[in-house]
T-cell receptor, first 112, second 113 residues
Framework: GENVGLHLPTLSVQEGDNSIINCAYS??????FIWYKQESGKGPQFIID?????DKRQGQRVTVLLNKTVKHLSLQIAATQPGDSAVYFC???????????FGSGTRLLVRP | DADVTQTPRNRITKTGKRIMLECSQT?????MYWYRQDPGLGLRLIYY???????NKGEISDGYSVSRQAQAKFSLSLESAIPNQTALYFC????????????FGPGTRLLVL
């Protein structure tokens, strides 16, 4: 069946460095992808999304890259700050449906 | 996201009890969802509703039921709670557009003893 997975359960970075969180998906029909941030005790918060007709999209300090050839996307966070510490997970949608398939998440730890 | 609220935020119950988790939204979205989150697993869809009269089972609906009382309200019931229903439960909403980005509530932490 469809699945979405992240490459590392935990990522530790130095404050000020750039962070890269990776995600792989299995369904080549996936046409829309979302990155969520989940802080402790809170619900997932939308960060950025990208459609399959794009390979890069930038937000404020965040960039999402999509490589459809290898079914991989990444979230890059520039100048990582302590407030970026959270679990990040990606979600993929196939064929313009309602259904999102979620990855299990990568915990980002920011060292001061 | 304050636009999507869930009550209660924490709940402890005993095996066999019936409980209800409630979700309200002020986003004006037509679609609402219930997910559960377990450690090490991604969010899994329990039920979803595209409007008040359209309710559908998700991938793990056994042991759960839902009610869409109004466009803004979607409640999840555990008819007879069991310990493996101990989890974080999230409500989400989306608008029927091409993106259908889902926005989540703060979650309910449920412990079934």
């Amino acid at each position: 069946g469809e699945n979405v997975g992240l490459h590392l359960p935990t990522l530790s970075v130095q404050e000020g460095d750039n962070s890269i969180i990776n995600c792989a998906y299995s369904n080549s029909a996936s046409d829309y992808f979302i990155w969520y941030k989940q802080e402790s005790g809170k619900g997932p918060q939308f960060i950025i999304d990208i459609r399959s007709n794009m390979d890069k999209r930038q937000g404020q300090r965040v960039t999402v890259l999509l490589n459809k050839t290898v079914k991989h996307l990444s979230l890059q966070i520039a100048a990582t700050q302590p407030g970026d510490s959270a679990v990040y997970f990606c979600a993929a949608r196939a064929d313009s449906s309602y259904k999102l398939i979620f990855g299990s998440g990568t915990r980002l730890l920011v060292r001061p | 996201d304050a636009d999507v609220t869930q009550t209660p935020r924490n709940r402890i119950t005993k095996t066999g009890k019936r409980i209800m988790l409630e979700c309200s939204q002020t986003k004006g979205h037509d679609r609402m969802y219930w997910y559960r989150q377990d450690p090490g697993l991604g969010l899994r869809l329990i039920y979803y509703s595209f409007d008040v009269k359209d309710i559908n089972k998700g991938e793990i609906s056994d042991g759960y039921s839902v009610s869409r009382q109004a466009q803004a309200k979607f409640s999840l019931s555990l008819e007879s709670a069991i310990p493996n229903q101990t989890a974080l439960y999230f409500c989400a909403t989306s608008l029927r557009t091409s993106s259908q980005t889902q926005y989540f509530g703060p979650g309910t932490r449920l412990l079934v003893l």
